[in-house]
């Protein structure tokens, strides 16, 4: 069988892929009927099936087995309607989680019409919440506008859509259609609720009037409203932001918080300090958000980018130089300053100077060292995905090779470490090995698999036939490690380009064992593109290569020569091939099975026969 596709890394020897056992491949057959039972079998309603179990398993990352569940368990909609709208709502979750927003507007458009007038404004109204993260502000109008006009609903309902509408306007960050249905409902509804004052501050805030934000939240208690209201302050010039940088405190000292909370702290924590010129609060908070796995601020804080934290960092090592007395072009002046800072417990003012000294180095090879000390910062101080963040800014690095190379060396570590295979192959192209000591192989094959698992399939053949052919021979342990990733493209159907690399790892080989295993996988993908009397060839190869034959290899090769034989209609040629297999097995189970083969074979010669007399008979 095929061994597994291994590590990302330089892997380990790994198990080498041997062909059944004649035995295990022919009971497949009985393996496949197992397998290719129909899928409903396996989601057969029990006592447990309910939208709520269902809605565990969306909860848990399983979507496309909950989605077949809801498909198999709802019930029809007019026969017992409660049910239906119970396992509908678990179905509108599904969109949501997986962000299929055509999905889930298409359902909207299939609520029966025959259901509860009050079942369809729920379900309607459900499915215009779910959409709000999607931006898609005239279809969620859409919706809303057909229940406004449909009737129907009570003072509470209408308000709810009504406010919908403003939302779904926030949504589309159409702010001033926002601000023109805010006036209109307040003059309408006169409303003084909590969340109806925070959603007139958040409409506010987006239009830029932060005084009439602020009053408007001064009476709100809620975190969220909290918040809202000292950012409202900041902006409007009613605090002074060294005071808003005291109230604050570092964010990180709130772990309750849940991420978009966070995200709007830090973002508010950086618009505070750049308001009060403090450089270093800037670079903290900027750190922090970037370095975290924070959701997206919210929309009516600061959208700090990427290049904001370069700026950060200029900005912090020009304050630290003229605090020193440093002047520009004094570069090694500046290292020691950067070596003493971080010597001194101040790692936040060593990579501050350190980037500028990054960004204005013209030598590539000092530049380069000075990217490498930044990263390695950076990363021992638990801020990974700030520096790999750093190095994916489009304004700076607008080409992946224009990244210093040890860098994409670090990152390739780290994208591999946390299954990014995108990232990790993206960086390892053309990377050259990282330095002397990393084999140029090991790199080569890591390069390659990185291709072939993204998809990559062309640029992975293309690194293997160079790596393979940079070598005049390969011990077992190389050969080993190569023919893992042919078989990968063997199992994505490449099968042409993995029966030219076995062949190209056949000459290079250097143990009978490897030559034997070449032949055999060069005839499995021959067989697979059709080529059955080539195959068939190379088969028999396998098994006679120096003198074997008959061990269990061999048999194997001649069980797949049999079979490949009979693709090609040569019937006596694998009937005479079983033949000699059930003469040299003893066991009972193989030799039914080889019986069964030999069954067959007649069959289908008694067909070929059947055919040939009725066209002769015409």
């Not at 369809?120 to 809303?144: C, F, H, K, Y």
């Not at 209201?229 to 605090?239: K, V, W």
């Amino acid at each position: 069988m095929r061994a597994g596709a291994g590590a990302l890394s330089a892997p380990a020897r790994p198990r080498r892929r041997q062909p059944l056992h004649p035995v295990s491949l022919v009971a497949a057959g009985c393996l496949g009927v197992i397998l290719l039972a129909p899928v409903g079998a396996s989601l057969a309603a029990g006592p447990e099936d309910t939208p709520a179990r269902v809605s565990t398993l969306l909860d848990n990352g399983a979507y496309d087995l909950a989605l077949a569940l809801i498909d198999r368990l709802q019930p029809e909609p007019l026969r017992e309607p409660e049910e239906w709208v119970a396992w509908e709502r678990v179905r509108l979750q599904s969109y949501r989680k997986r962000e299929d927003w055509d999905g889930l507007l298409s359902r909207t458009a299939k609520i029966p019409a025959g259901l509860p007038l009050l079942s369809q404004q729920r379900l309607l109204t459900e499915a215009v919440e779910l959409l709000l993260p999607s931006g898609r502000g005239d279809a969620m109008r859409g919706i809303l506008r057909e229940l406004l006009w449909r009737g129907g609903g009570d003072s509470v309902q209408m308000s709810q859509w009504r406010r919908l509408v403003i939302r779904s306007y926030l949504a589309a960050d159409q702010v001033e259609d926002a601000r023109i249905a805010i006036q209109r409902y307040q003059s309408e509804y006169l409303p003084a609720d909590k969340d109806w004052v925070y959603l007139y501050g958040q409409v506010l805030l987006r239009s830029g009037d932060a005084d009439t934000a602020a009053a408007s939240l001064a009476a709100v208690q809620t975190r969220d409203g909290r918040l809202l209201r000292t950012l409202s302050r900041l902006r409007a010039g009613i605090d002074d932001p060294e005071l808003v940088i005291e109230q604050l405190g570092p964010p990180r000292h709130r772990p309750t918080a849940d991420d978009e909370f966070l995200a709007s702290l830090w973002s508010l924590y950086a618009e505070a300090a750049s308001l009060a010129y403090r450089a270093r609060d800037k670079v903290v908070a900027l750190e922090a958000l970037f370095s975290g796995t924070f959701a997206v601020a919210r929309p009516e804080f600061r959208a700090w980018e990427i290049g904001d934290v370069w700026q950060a960092y200029r900005s912090l090592a020009e304050e630290v130089g003229n605090a020193r007395h440093l002047l520009q072009g004094e570069s090694e002046a500046w290292r020691e300053v950067a070596r003493e800072l971080g010597a001194s417990n101040y790692p936040v003012e060593s990579r501050a100077v350190i980037a500028l000294l990054a960004l204005d180095e013209r030598d590539p090879m000092q530049r380069d060292e000075l990217h490498t000390l930044l990263f390695d910062s950076l990363r021992e101080d638990g801020m990974d995905v700030l520096a790999v963040r750093l190095y994916r800014d489009p304004q700076r690095f607008p080409d992946v090779n224009v990244v210093p190379a040890a860098v994409r060396h670090r990152i390739v570590t780290y994208a591999i470490k946390h299954r990014d295979i995108e990232l990790a192959a993206l960086m390892s192209r053309q990377l050259p090995p990282a330095g002397p000591d990393q084999d140029p192989l090991s790199w080569a094959l890591i390069r390659a698999r990185l291709a072939i698992y993204t998809g990559e399939f062309r640029h992975g053949e293309g690194v293997l036939r160079e790596a393979i052919g940079s070598v005049s021979a390969f011990d077992a342990d190389a050969a080993d490690r190569i023919m893992q990733l042919i078989f990968d493209l063997q199992s994505v159907g490449r099968h042409k380009a993995a029966y030219l690399l076995f062949e190209m790892m056949h000459d290079r080989v250097s143990t009978s064992n490897h030559k034997r295993e070449t032949l055999f996988w060069m005839a499995d993908s021959l067989r697979n593109m059709g080529q059955y009397t080539r195959a068939a060839e190379l088969y028999f190869e396998s098994a006679l290569l120096n003198g074997e034959g008959f061990d269990i290899w061999g048999q194997t090769a001649r069980l797949n020569a049999a079979e490949a034989l009979t693709e090609a209609g040569m019937l006596e040629d694998a009937r005479r091939i079983y033949e000699q297999l059930l003469r040299l097995t003893a066991d009972p189970k193989q030799r039914l099975a080889l019986e069964r083969r030999l069954q067959q074979l007649w069959l289908r010669k008694d067909e070929r026969a059947g055919a040939a007399e009725a066209g002769s008979a015409h």
